[in-house]
């Protein structure tokens, strides 16, 4: 592991420990060369996953562009950081069962979204809109729509 400090690649283990989700393994680690002390995070990586895109390109699967694009709908929300990476976690799982190695990009989403669904309506509305390519406030009418109980007739 390279030191972020000084480069230097020979750097040492002090503790580790699993980390709080229980998904990755905590490192303390320190610098021989110049001291320094910093953290690492190990992840079980079942599969190397590739993001099919729509138009057919083809790119490796970053978790960390997963996780931005969730927290950002989930941006002002009452829901805790551990629920967030514990929901993370649960859908890179997920995708990883799956058993291809290659996963459409509407497939991402649409887990992504019945995540959202379970835990926030407003982050669940925020990310479809982005997913979907709301145009205009109609797109939002009709798809809150869909999201309300509908009422019996009066009569």
Known sequence: MRCPFCG???????????AEDHASIRRRRS???CAGR???????????????KKNGRRQDFDRDKLARS???????RPVEPDRVE?????????????????????????IVMESLAR??????VRFASVYKNFQEVADFED????????KPPRG
Request: glycine share 4%; hydrophobic share 35%.
């Open 38 to 52: 910093f953290t690492t995070y190990e992840r079980v990586q079942l599969r190397d996953l590739v993001v099919v």
């Open 86 to 110: 514990q929901m993370i976690n649960g859908i890179v799982r997920r995708l990883e069962s799956l058993g291809d190695s290659d996963i459409a990009s509407d497939t991402i989403g649409e």
């Open 143 to 150: 798809f809150v729509s869909e999201l309300r109980p509908q």
């Open 70 to 76: 969730i927290r950002t709908a989930l941006q002002k």
């Open 31 to 33: 610098c021989p060369s």
């Open 8 to 18: 230097n690649t020979e750097t040492q283990v002090k503790d580790s420990r699993p």
């Open 119 to 124: 835990i926030d309506t407003v982050a669940y």
